[in-house]
């Protein structure tokens, strides 16, 4: 019903109660443990945590309260994104999603590139994603290698590798 009046009204996107935006927020935010579904930082800690519409609701107006294009998102990745859209911008909720297939973690810089042993259209998928959500800004570069040194100070036997931010990163590693 919501969609079906968003589209035929040509209005402004608002959610209709905001108490309902809280709660797919706060269902988002449990299904990626509070990090973005796109850098993997910490949501509410770093950045504020927004509902974001991977494809724009101002031009996939079907799609404003789909599920599947529903995401926890930092401020900073949504900011970066804005309206633009990109089909081969990669999606790390996907089932078949492996970040070792696309990208190579730095650990000298904090950086996230292209896997120089994927294939030319993986490493342009990398590539867009990187380009489209900022991915290898200085802050993120920076908040990438404070997690790495706290990981690897960490007791093993009190946290476990799921109390940290930027899982691919770490998970890239073997840790």
């Not at 991977?54 to 031009?59: A, D, F, G, H, S």
């Not at 078949?96 to 696309?102: C, L, N, T």
């Not at 200085?138 to 908040?143: Q, W």
Request: glycine content about 4%; aromatic content about 12%.
């Amino acid at each position: 019903e919501w969609t079906r009046r968003y589209v035929s009204q040509n209005t402004l996107f608002r959610w209709p109660l905001r108490q309902c935006y809280q709660q797919i927020r706060m269902a988002l935010e449990r299904m990626t443990g509070t990090r973005c579904a796109y850098c993997g930082g910490p949501l509410q800690l770093e950045s504020l945590s927004t509902v974001d519409h991977l494809r724009p609701k101002r031009v996939f107006k079907e799609l404003a309260f789909s599920w599947s294009n529903l995401h926890a998102s930092c401020t900073v990745c949504q900011r970066n994104k804005g309206e633009k859209w990109c089909e081969i911008v990669l999606q790390p909720d996907q089932a078949a999603y492996d970040f070792s297939a696309y990208f190579i973690a730095n650990f000298a810089t904090g950086a996230v590139d292209p896997s120089p042993l994927a294939s030319p259209s993986h490493q342009e998928r990398a590539q867009a994603t990187i380009e489209f959500f900022g991915l290898n800004s200085e802050p993120r570069r920076t908040a990438r290698l404070r997690e790495l040194r706290a990981f690897l100070r960490r007791d093993p036997a009190e946290s476990l590798a799921e109390d940290f931010n930027y899982l691919f990163f770490l998970e890239a590693a073997g840790l």
